[in-house]
């Protein structure tokens, strides 16, 4: 008998195809700025962030057809890349300097968001983590199960950057729209 994944979706008597893949070269243009800057909300800079976003294309690209929700997935691919990357920057031994992140990312930051960036970077890392999703119109049902951790334990952890956001920014004369 066949898997009902081989099988063509029916309406009737009319067969319809499943949904075709999204085109990688148009996901790509359309997505690496975004990705770029969901990973920065992680306190990643501008290279960091670049550098991980195109790890991340570049592991989607050979399964692309067989990636089921391309943004999440990638988002989800781009964080663990930029903290492998820390890992591996926080290992005992000679440490190289910090990037220069004026190097060319196609991310060009307004002093708000700067001020947002530099804000999240202050964060514990899962309240970081958590923003990060929710700035990119993820709901808290998303989010638990893309960090493995309980719809509760989101709600919880964005009520408390919320409001540690919100007295960084007033304090700096800085407003966040989603805080």
Same mark, same amino acid.
């Not at 997935?73 to 903290?83: D, E, M, N, P, Q």
């Given at each position: 008998m066949a898997d009902e994944t081989d099988l063509p979706h029916r309406t009737g008597q009319v067969a319809v195809a499943p949904p075709?893949?999204?085109d990688f070269s148009d996901t790509y243009r359309r997505e690496m700025p975004l990705l770029t #800057?969901?990973?920065?909300?992680?306190?990643?800079?501008? =290279?960091e962030a670049a550098d991980a976003a195109q790890e991340a294309f570049a592991a989607a690209y050979p399964q692309?057809? &067989?990636? #089921?929700?391309p943004a999440r997935?990638? #988002?989800?691919?781009?964080?663990?890349?930029?903290?492998r990357a820390r890992l591996r920057e926080d290992l005992p031994g000679e440490l190289p300097e910090r990037r220069d992140d &004026?190097?060319?990312?196609?991310?060009q930051l307004g002093e708000q968001?700067?001020?947002?960036y530099e804000a999240l970077a202050q964060l514990p890392s899962r309240q970081r983590q958590v923003m990060a999703w929710f700035y990119d119109h993820y709901t808290p049902a998303?989010?638990?199960?893309e960090l493995g951790i309980?719809?509760?334990?989101?709600? =919880?952890?964005?009520? #408390?950057?919320?409001?540690?956001l919100k007295t960084r920014l007033s304090r700096r004369g800085g407003s966040d729209d989603r805080a």
């Open positions: 075709v893949p999204q #800057r969901f990973v920065m909300k992680h306190g990643a800079g501008p =290279q692309w057809n &067989s990636i #089921r929700f997935w990638l #988002r989800t691919v781009a964080a663990r890349a930029y903290f &004026s190097l060319a990312t196609g991310i968001e700067r001020e947002v998303e989010i638990a199960e309980t719809q509760e334990a989101v709600r =919880q952890n964005l009520h #408390r950057a919320r409001a540690t």
